[in-house]
């Protein structure tokens, strides 16, 4: 399994999930359907899927366009999120195969969109999985919380997420670590690591270079989202329990002005 990123719009990326058995391909969110296009022939791709996380233009906006340049493609996307362009709908649990060695497991992660899917893939025993998580879980953030609650969000990214294998790779919607890591910072200024992959993160931008994939080992280590369930992140933001830490730093988040 091979993934390419496709850098789309101002700060989002589309991703290109290779079968490298069959050359038959899955893209993850391709707003922009020509770059994928280009993208796909250049590495001799045959586009078979369309993996939506969710119903947000920036996310969902080219599966119409993208179903009328590739004819017989695959657009999936979750069940109740409406997805513009879905001929699959999915729930959580359900599972679709790509090529001779890929396969895709759909995991409903709901908060900022009802219905959003995050994409678990593997491929073969000696590969490091990767999870495609939109804008549920971003490297050292999570999303607003436009169509859910903290109690979800909580279960999307420390339960759902958080039990998937440490070595993990994290593929998310947007390019957004600086800011999320100096966040980061705010509550746990003395987390060294915070301060290791924020630095490494800087020269990653200033090299034009991506800051993704992360590791859900490495979340655990530098997220605070991520981090509700030790009671000293709990203490730092005066709460007592996971979800309401996780409620007080996404209001923090929402508010600060870095």
Known sequence: MKIYHIPCLQDNYSYLIVDESTKEGAVVDPVEPQKVLEA??????????????????DHAGGNEQIRQLVPGIKVYGGS??????CTDKVENGDKVSLGADTNILSLHTPCHTKGHISYYVTGKENENPAVFTGDTLFIAGCGRFFEGTAEQMYESLCVTLGSLPKP?????????TVKNLQFALTIEPNNSRIQEKLAWAQKQNQAGQPTI????????????????DLPELQE???????????????????????
């Open 40 to 57: 796909a022939n250049s590495h001799g791709v045959n586009l078979k899927l369309v993996l939506t996380t969710h119903h947000h233009w």
């Open 80 to 85: 109740i999120d409406n997805v513009k362009g």
């Open 168 to 176: 993990t790779l994290v593929y998310c919607g947007h390019e957004y």
């Open 213 to 228: 994939p992360s590791t859900i080992e490495e979340e655990m280590e530098t997220n605070p989202f991520m981090r509700v």
């Open 236 to 258: 730092k933001v005066g709460c007592k329990s996971p979800v309401e830490a996780l409620r007080e730093i996404r209001k923090r988040k929402d508010n600060w002005k870095g």
